[in-house]
């Protein structure tokens, strides 16, 4: 017996964190032009050629780390055990409330990101908020 939604919540940031991987890996410069513009994105890339090196490589580390997390995702997607679907749903949510307090207390200091954080920490709390209201719904059904 599994979840109701487990899968589908599973599938979908999968997928998510999937492309997102693979367009940090790939296409670095681009996806941040995309996220921060042009003119943020240019002062992320550093100054001196060893520096703009080193940031690629991080951000391609980063993105490769996204995509794994993305295919860790698409295999839980597939267990069945209730206990350990709840088991990983707490964990997801503590995991992406910790993201959105790292957002707010260190992204707000930075001057070139301080604008951005107010985005990225609410994308990270409606991540979290998708496995709260599936323990929500676990726990009314398992009560009723």
Do not use: N
């Not at 992320?44 to 794994?68: C, M």
């Not at 951005?116 to 059904?141: C, K, M, N, P, T």
């Amino acid at each position: 017996m599994s979840l109701p939604g487990f899968f589908i919540i599973c599938m979908l940031q999968s997928i998510v964190a999937i492309t997102s991987g693979s367009l940090m890996m790939f296409y670095t410069e681009e996806v941040s032009v995309f996220g921060h513009g042009h003119e943020i994105a240019s002062k992320l890339q550093g100054s001196t050629p060893h520096d703009q090196l080193l940031i690629q490589t991080s951000e391609s580390f980063s993105g490769l780390l996204l995509f794994t997390i993305g295919f860790v995702l698409f295999m839980v997607a597939f267990v069945k055990d209730r206990e350990f679907q709840s088991f990983f749903a707490k964990g997801c949510v503590f995991l992406h409330v910790s993201m959105a307090i790292w957002r707010v207390s260190f992204q707000g200091k930075l001057e070139d990101l301080a604008h951005e954080w107010h985005r990225q920490a609410l994308g990270d709390i409606a991540l979290a908020l998708s496995w709260v209201f599936l323990l929500v719904y676990s726990w009314r059904e398992k009560y009723d």
